[in-house]
Structures are given as C-alpha cells and as structure tokens.
C-alpha cells in the first residue's frame, strides 16, 4: 500500500486516522481479556464503564464524517485500482464498515457495552450456581438491545437478518435455514445408526490428569503445530476464547477439567487454530479493516480444521501419542492408540455443544440458532427459554440437561452479545473447514503422511496463502472460491464423516 500513500496523502491519512480507531478497540480487547481472565469480580461495576467509554470514542471517530469525507475523495482514485489489490479492498471494507456504524447511534453503543460487560459477571455467577433466573433480567435486555440493533438496518426480510450478516456477511436467515435442513437430512440417520451401536469406551479420558501436567502438554502441542509464542500465550477461563490486540499479540485461552482429558487438550488446538488466522496475516494490515478473520464462519472454519481435520485425526496421534503417554504414565501407558484414538472421536447424544463431537456438533449449533429466532420473532419469552432448551435436546439429541449449567447457561455468547448472529457460524465453518482441508490436499496430496511424522509446515503455509494472508480483503464467499474454486458445500464434510465415521462404527 506504499504507493497509493506517496500518489495520495489523503490515502495516509485515511490509514492513521484507521489505526487510531484500531488502538482504542486494541484496549478494549485487552481489557475484556483481563476480565474474562484475571480481573476480580470487583472490578466488573469499573470495566463496565471503561469498555463502554472506549467504545465509543471509537465509534465516533469511525462516524464522525471525517473518514467518510476520505473515502469520498479517494472513489475516483478506487476505481482506477485493481478489485484484489490491498489499497482497493482497504477502501471498500472501510466504506462499508464506516456506513454500517453510521447506522447506529453512539448512544447505543455506549449503553450496549455497559449491559455486556454487567451481563457477563452476573452469568459467571448464574453459570456456577446453575442458576436461569439470576441472569434472566439481563438477558432478557439483552434482546431488547439485539432488536433494537436490527432495526437500525431497516429493510430485512427477518429481524436475524442484520445480525447475522454482521458475523457472516451476505448470509441471512433464509440461507441459514436452507443450509441447515440440508445438513440435518444428512446428518441424524448417520447419528441414528451411530448411536444404536454400543457406547464407544472413554473412560481413558475421564482418569485424574492433573492441570498443571496437562496445560504443559498443551504447551508443546501448540508449538508444534505452529503457534508463535513470540506473539502469543495461553491462559485459563471459563468459556475459551482467542484474542488479539495486534498481529504480534495473538494471545488464547483454554479451561481446563482434572477429569476430562479431551476438554483442555482440544479446546487448546480450537483456540490455536483462530490465533494461527490472526497470526497469518500480513503486518501490511497492522491496524487497518483488512486485518483479523473475515467472518465467524471463516474464523470457526480455521479452528474446526486444526481441531477435527488434523487434531482428531488418526495420522496426528499416530505421532503425537507417544508424547501423551510419556506425560500421563500412569493413566495411558498401558492403553493402546487405538483405544484412545476410539474415544477422542465417541459419537454420543451429548448435553455439551463445546464437547460434542463431530457427528453431532452440527445438531447443537442448529438448536441454539431456532431458538435464537423465536426469542427476536417474539415466539419464546426469555423466561420459557430454559424450558424450550430442555425440550429441544430431549427430542433432538435424546438427552435432558440435569441442571442449568448443563443447559441454557453454557454458552456465553447471549450473555455478552446480541442475540441472533452467534451460532449459525460454527456450522458455516464446520462447512468451510473440509471444504478448505479438501482444497489443501488437491494441492499437496502428501499433507496426511507430513502430518504423521510431526510436519504441519506444508498444510499451515497452504493456509497462509490461501486464507490467512488474505485477511478481511475478500467477503466470506469470494474468499472461498478463490481458495477452493467453488461455493459453499456440505459435500467435503459429508465426505468427511461418512469415510471416518463409517470406518471407525462400521457403517
């Protein structure tokens, strides 16, 4: 971009005023990573305001007619440029950025971040004492603020539609929809046969691994698969999350059950595989729009990849199980790969989203996008939604939540954002995730054997490439095409689970 800089001084100054705004919401990131995992409860009333402070003055820096006067004397310069070049996509994903925040007052913004950050300490207390009704008033602001936002973008065929484009843009609710019964046909026989079989042995995973032993193997995991410690850490919360303050601060987080192996262990490769996005792109971007993941479902499609497609994977444990056994002696040394291998991929009707496996993932993320449509279309009072959550998983996956905390309280995403928008990305980047490991072996049919003995260098530079290095320039299906030459599909992972699945139950 150091061209159009020297021809335009108002290009460079359209970049300052950019990386200011990207400063201010720097620190507001950092400082919700603190309170998600060091800050005492105390301090929640304080980072309340200070998150709603930051936020907006730089949404009044975005919307107040400055940049728009930038980009209106810059169009004759645009339109000269090439579609893909960096400067062309700077100014078309600033513009649309910059016209979005127009749309909603700063007033709003303000008073949102305030509920977000109060909503989030009350449902860590809610969550803990698996307790709805704590946090039912706030959540049920929560979605005063979710419809007050949509209808700030007037026009849409649903209420979810603004919402959802917001994570994933060009998608509304009628796409998901369609996406999704799609997906659901397929999916429940294969669940159906699966789960007429006998349970799948885990108990491997349920012995007394100690914290501390198992974050420093998660320590050695991410190192090996690539994740720059330079520019990065790992630290404890209670919903894990990846954060990044600047390309060269990608930091994640993980929890951590002394009882449950597969929780930390995979939870760690998910958040590794957003930082190792947000670790790929150019330092060119540092502090502009075209910086970070393109949309939740392209994000979720990088983590999905590292943590199903290659962590899940018979060829990783192939070499790294020899490391784990060497770390838990006593709890694995006399279990075989096959055993273990087994039971990291269970296919069972499960009350958790986070610890579902593969097979049944899907089921959840569809389950909590439902009932987010008939809490914005007035179907379902926030008051029944515990209610409707239990009834859905008993009918859906067969199972009933014990409590609270196994049920409606899980999630943190309603707690500490709109409602609407959350979920249907996690299933977008299910999609996506075969979509581009498909896309990566076409290119370099060698990447399972690489992965066997210990090199990932080949798969995380196809990615580089092809994903990470192209940061916010694209939308989420240009981007696709460009990787994969073709559109969204449920095909790869079909592909995907009936070859795996139908190996390992015999289908």
Not at 240 to 245: D, E, R, Y
Request: hydrophobic share 40%; charged share 20%; aromatic share 10%.
């Amino acid at each position: 971009m150091q061209t159009l800089e020297k021809v335009h001084p108002k290009f460079l100054e359209l970049k300052t005023r950019l990386s200011e705004i990207d400063d201010i919401n720097s620190a507001v990131s950092l400082l919700y990573w603190d309170q998600a995992t060091y800050m005492p409860p105390g301090g929640a009333a304080a980072r309340g305001r200070q998150l709603a402070t930051l936020r907006q003055i730089a949404h009044a820096k975005l919307t107040d007619g400055t940049i728009a006067h930038l980009l209106d004397e810059l169009q004759s310069y645009e339109a000269e440029l090439p579609y893909d070049s960096d400067e062309a996509s700077l100014l078309r994903i600033t513009r649309r950025i910059s016209e979005q925040a127009l749309q909603v007052p700063a007033s709003f913004v303000a008073k949102f971040s305030q509920h977000r950050t109060e909503s989030y300490q009350v449902w860590a207390t809610a969550r803990s004492q698996s307790n709805f009704a704590l946090v039912q008033p706030y959540l049920e602001k929560m979605l005063e603020f979710s419809r007050e936002w949509a209808n700030f973008f007037p026009g849409y065929e649903h209420i979810a539609d603004p919402l959802i484009d917001s994570s994933d843009y060009g998608m509304k609710a009628t796409d998901i929809r369609a996406i999704f019964a799609d997906l659901r046909s397929q999916l429940v026989p294969i669940v159906q046969a699966i789960t007429a079989q006998a349970i799948a042995d885990d108990s491997c995973l349920h012995r007394h691994y100690p914290e501390a032993d198992q974050l420093a193997f998660s320590l050695k995991v991410l190192e090996q698969m690539g994740y720059d410690f330079q520019r990065g850490r790992q630290d404890k919360t209670l919903h894990p999350f990846m954060t990044n303050f600047s390309i060269g601060d990608v930091r994640i987080t993980t929890r951590v059950y002394e009882t449950d192996l597969n929780q930390g262990l995979f939870s760690t490769i998910h958040e590794m595989g957003h930082a190792l996005y947000e670790q790929g792109n150019p330092i060119e971007f540092e502090g502009t729009p075209l910086a970070g993941g393109v949309s939740s479902g392209v994000h979720e499609s990088q983590s999905r990849l590292w943590e199903n497609l290659v962590g899940r994977s018979r060829r990783f444990w192939n070499y790294v199980y020899s490391q784990l056994q060497a770390a838990f002696p006593t709890q694995l040394g006399e279990v075989p790969l096959e055993t273990f291998y087994r039971a990291i991929n269970k296919v069972a009707r499960s009350l958790i989203r986070t610890d579902a496996d593969e097979v049944t993932y899907n089921l959840h993320v569809m389950i909590r996008f439902d009932l987010e449509l008939d809490l914005l279309d007035g179907k379902l009072a926030v008051k029944d939604l515990p209610a409707a959550w239990n009834d859905r998983y008993e009918s859906d996956l067969g199972v009933v939540p014990h409590s609270d905390s196994e049920g409606v309280l899980q999630d943190v995403h309603w707690y500490t954002s709109r409602i609407g928008g959350m979920f249907q990305g996690y299933t977008l980047g299910n999609l996506m995730s075969a979509q581009f490991f498909e896309a990566a072996l076409a290119a370099h049919p060698d990447i399972p054997n690489q992965i066997e003995h210990g090199n990932f260098t080949v798969l995380h530079d196809w990615l580089k490439d092809n994903v990470y290095r192209q940061g916010c320039k694209f939308t989420p299906s240009e981007l696709l095409d460009r990787a994969t030459g073709s559109a969204l599909s449920a095909a790869p992972l079909m592909r995907h689970i009936r070859q795996k699945y139908g190996e390992l139950y015999a289908l």
